[in-house]
């Protein structure tokens, strides 16, 4: 395929005029003006050529099912929420409840499980907290889960163990093949050709059999647990090694969740939180010790699997930074959410990428000024990284925050999502930076790259990297005219 009169986006480096480039199995073989051959063309009429965006850190699954739950960002308190849980129940009244996006640290009360049973259903009812690491439930819903019954919610690693038995609470509706293709289809559409996908539950088997049934579209690096690196290891997969037969399909890293979060105060940190904090772990608690994080890294290591390991807090960056030191392993830390400038030069020492989600800041910023005062200066601090030499991907952590790669762009540089002035300016990046920072280490459409490649109307570095450069960012997925995977079209605009 050659694609015709086409500007480069200046990713990295300028490259002026129009300019032809030839695809031939799966990569850029040619850039240049005017290139002879009868092979299919596209026109693309002026418009700009970028490599394609990726995100770094999707849990797919839960975000396939997103279309289908009930929306609990609005409620501010658990009688607000109850009242959103009856009204789908009114409105659907055979049919489980799956909600999404209640976050429970700014409200008046607690949720438990009573407020919830008060209802009189008699059926399942789950609510996932918008930061993903804990859910609400009814009694209903913990017997049918096969978990002990309690007021309280469920939470971290207990929670993140019971979201792979959803499906015999929720059934398959929402999750099978043709749920992830849709999915698929809309990253597409936004100018995404490769997700990284973090989902709690599911293997290789699985992951293999959903691509044989159509959930094809995208290139997917698919990450185990540890809860599943027997499986691999016994396969003999290393990262990057393709899966199910398909290039476009690899074996990712191996996750391991280090820490909690900022919004259900487990993050582990430094310091105590100012405030509701949790008995007997003010500042937050490590999901492992010292010696079986190690122990995880090195078996990864051994075993050739990058590793991408989450951690929040700084306590639990640091000790993570560690871990990679002592092992040798090799991959990053998700989130860097807080941390401190030694620790960011230490990741640049030691080569471990920083895998950021910049959209979070946005729902993070007022908490952050409440749990952690006189630290936000060191929160997503995107501007030492960059200046420190860390290698920065960005993503969005959907479903936590919409699979959008412009937000996560436009956050990155101007650091707000409202009227408000942007939280600690001083660590914004450029347009140009967090434009690289998404397109999976690929700079200017060059030779020798994939042919993954996003057409757009407007150059998305046009601008000055300030407020109104991000507005316009948050809405570029309108200008995606064509979005081609390995040379074949996975979007083209009606």
Not at 86 to 115: F, K, Q, Y
Not at 378 to 388: A, E, I, K, T, V
């Amino acid at each position: 395929m050659l694609i015709r009169n086409a500007r480069l986006v200046a990713v990295t480096e300028a490259v002026p005029g129009l300019l032809d480039v030839r695809l031939d199995g799966g990569r850029v073989v040619e850039v240049g003006p005017s290139l002879s051959g009868d092979e299919t063309s596209y026109d693309a009429a002026g418009r700009w050529l970028v490599p394609g965006l990726w995100d770094q850190h999707v849990h797919l699954g839960q975000w396939a099912l997103a279309s289908a739950r009930l929306d609990l960002g609005p409620a501010r308190s658990s009688a607000e929420a109850v009242a959103l849980v009856r009204a789908r129940l009114e409105e659907w009244p055979d049919l489980p409840v799956i909600g999404w996006g209640h976050r429970p640290t700014a409200w008046p009360d607690n949720p438990t499980v009573s407020d919830l049973d008060v209802i009189g259903t008699d059926l399942p009812i789950v609510l996932i907290a918008g930061d993903g690491h804990h859910g609400w439930l009814n009694t209903i819903a913990l017997h049918a889960l096969a978990l002990p019954i309690r007021d309280s919610v469920v939470s971290e690693a207990e929670w993140f163990m019971a979201y792979g038995r959803l499906a015999s609470v929720l059934g398959q509706d929402g999750t099978g093949p043709d749920a992830y293709r849709r999915s698929m289809e809309a990253a597409a559409a936004q100018g995404v050709v490769g997700l990284v996908d973090l989902e709690f539950s599911g293997g290789v088997a699985d992951w293999a059999a959903r691509w044989a049934g159509g959930a094809d579209l995208l290139r997917i690096r698919h990450a185990c647990y540890a809860d599943g690196l027997d499986d691999v290891l016994a396969r003999g997969l290393c990262s990057g090694d393709p899966l199910a037969d398909d290039p476009r399909l690899t074996m990712g890293p191996l996750k391991i969740i280090s820490d909690g979060s900022l919004n259900t105060r487990t993050a582990w940190c430094c310091e105590p939180y100012a405030e509701k904090a949790v008995p007997g772990f003010e500042e937050g608690q490590p999901n492992q010790s010292p010696d079986e994080l190690r122990a995880l890294l090195a078996r990864a290591a051994a075993g050739g699997l990058e590793v991408a390991v989450h951690a929040i807090g700084d306590r639990a960056v640091t000790e993570a930074l560690a871990a990679f030191e002592d092992t040798g392993a090799r991959g990053g830390i998700e989130h860097v959410q807080l941390t401190t400038r030694d620790d960011v030069r230490r990741m640049a020492r030691l080569g471990v990428r920083a895998s950021v989600q910049p959209a979070h800041l946005l729902d993070d910023r007022d908490v952050t000024e409440r749990l952690w005062p006189g630290r936000a200066e060191r929160c997503f601090p995107l501007r030492w990284m960059l200046d420190d030499g860390v290698d920065v991907v960005l993503g969005s952590d959907a479903p936590v925050s919409p699979l959008d790669p412009w937000l996560a762009i436009a956050s990155a540089v101007h650091r707000s999502g409202d009227d408000r002035e942007p939280w600690h300016p001083e660590q914004s990046i450029t347009a140009r930076e967090a434009l690289a920072a998404s397109t999976d280490g690929w700079g200017t459409v060059a030779v020798g790259h994939p042919a993954d490649l996003v057409l757009l109307d407007a150059d998305p570095l046009d601008g000055e990297s300030d407020g109104e450069h991000a507005r316009r960012l948050r809405s570029f997925a309108d200008h995606v005219v064509g979005t081609w995977v390995a040379g074949e079209a996975a979007y083209a605009r009606p």
